[in-house]
């Protein structure tokens, strides 16, 4: 069994996809379809259900996945280890982040990472499933570091440092009723219609709690992914929400008027967290490291 054959086997797990996988390791498809049967023989099972409706794992897939992956990590580890006796960091680093996030400037980052440690290659992940399906990628090993909202407060098995912290404000149209108010306690919005974010996002996953904490259903009438196209459908009338003072001020606010909320603290944490569980390798704790020395008013994040 080679090194190859588990990449190409976890390109094809982590996407589903043969297409997609060979247009992650930059080779054709049926070299990767190749390989995956080649691995099926040696093992003496079927690591994937091929068929109309797509690629999914098998039992034995699904058992085999944490091990490939273990093992791709290890041999890796093993590289930058070595490595870095001889002075070099190295390596390929996988981070995870949330699209319309910019309390990190990602551009500068990676520029001043090429100047520090140019041997170090760091793939963006923008996330599909929200702050939710970063941690689990983190958890799974498929991602080495992210930038994630944890609603619940930073895990046992992520080793985190806070990013960033900001109160979330109740966003409604110029027009509405509310719009004139300073503040307001969520019982007042029972009934209402929201604009929100999908579950297992950051923004959601707060708000909810808020609501659940003060006993108040609410109806979510429309979800985005994008979060930075929320303040235009509260514009349009779809609903209300919620939004931070910082991604109001990039996107601009014209049409839109904030109130605040008495009886409930709504607080959006951001984090960089890599597990807490798995050694973390050298070109990992380095672009760890610079996202930390980038961290505004480090050590005294502020709710604002």
Sequence with gaps: MELRQL?????VADTLSFTRAAKRLHVVQSGVSATIKALERELGAALFVRGPAG????????E?????RTTIEAARAAKEAVA???GAVRGTVRLGTLMSINNIDLPTL????????PEVLVQVRFARAGSAGLAQQLRDGSLDLALVVLPDGPPADL????????????????????AGRESVALAELAGMSFVDGPPGYGNRAVVDRAFAAAGVQRTVALEVADIGTTATHIRNGIGIGFLSRFIL??????GLATVRISDQEICWRLYVAMSAVRPAGAATRAVFSLIEEMIPERGAPSVR
Excluded: K, Q
């Excluded at 990676?110 to 440690?117: F, W």
């Design 7 to 11: 990449d190409y086997f976890l390109a």
């Design 64 to 68: 085999f996945a944490p091990h490939a």
């Design 110 to 117: 990676l520029a001043d990472l090429h100047v520090r440690h």
């Design 84 to 86: 870095a006796m001889v």
């Design 249 to 254: 001020d990039e996107i601009g606010d014209s």
């Design 55 to 62: 690629v999914t794992l098998t039992a034995a897939g699904r």
């Design 159 to 178: 080793h985190t440092e806070l990013v960033a912290a900001f109160e979330l404000l109740l966003v409604v149209p110029v027009g509405h009723p509310l």
